[in-house]
């Protein structure tokens, strides 16, 4: 039995946005401007501009097999005094097609092909938590997340 649900999910919405996101070169979430991480990979923590997916809370049930869990979207992007207007037009634009990936009504249908990762879900939440910060004087990041809450279960041969 898994119970290990944070590595699977994160890399479930991380598909899921790698396949909804129509990556185009040059696009918005160009996979070589802006790539797309777990939290668990080592590019997750570059000074770069990045879209890392994090599970940072959960519980499993009595059995075990089926879980609740918070996952966070969180979205940084490199900012100078220089190209300010500019850098935070990206980083709005990167934000919003994100978010408009999470509030898709048929999210769950839309993810169904992605559950071979050894995890499906039964119930991602329409309520959104959403945070942003601009951190340092001179340049430095903005700092996006929305997080939210879903419902699922392990399946089978995990």
Same mark, same amino acid.
């Given at each position: ?7 699977? +999910?994160?890399?479930?919405?991380? /598909?899921?946005?790698?396949? @909804?996101?129509?990556? @185009? ?14 939290? *668990? ?5 570059? !000074? ?5 997916? *994090? +599970?940072?809370?959960?519980? $499993? ?11 966070? +979207?969180? !979205? ?9 207007? @500019? ?17 898709? !009504? /048929? ?21 959104? /938590?959403? $945070? ?10 903005? @700092? ?9 279960? *392990?399946?089978?041969?995990?």
């Amino acid at each position: 039995m898994r119970y290990d649900f944070e590595f699977p +999910v994160a890399t479930l919405f991380a /598909n899921y946005f790698l396949n @909804q996101c129509a990556v @185009q070169p040059g696009g918005i979430l160009d996979q070589n401007l802006c790539p797309i991480v777990t939290f *668990f990979d080592p590019m997750s923590v570059d !000074q770069e501009d990045r879209v890392v997916i *994090f +599970v940072p809370a959960g519980q $499993t049930s009595e059995a075990g097999a089926h879980f609740e869990a918070t996952v966070e +979207v969180y !979205q940084k992007t490199q900012w100078s005094q220089k190209e300010l207007i @500019q850098n935070m037009q990206t980083h709005s634009g990167r934000t919003n097609e994100l978010r408009d990936k999470l509030f898709a !009504q /048929n999210i769950i249908g839309l993810m169904a092909p992605l559950f071979v990762t050894g995890v499906a879900l039964d119930y991602v939440t329409q309520r959104k /938590n959403f $945070t942003m910060k601009i951190i340092g004087s001179e340049g430095g990041f903005i @700092q996006s997340s929305t997080s939210f809450d879903i419902q699922g279960y *392990f399946t089978l041969g995990t």
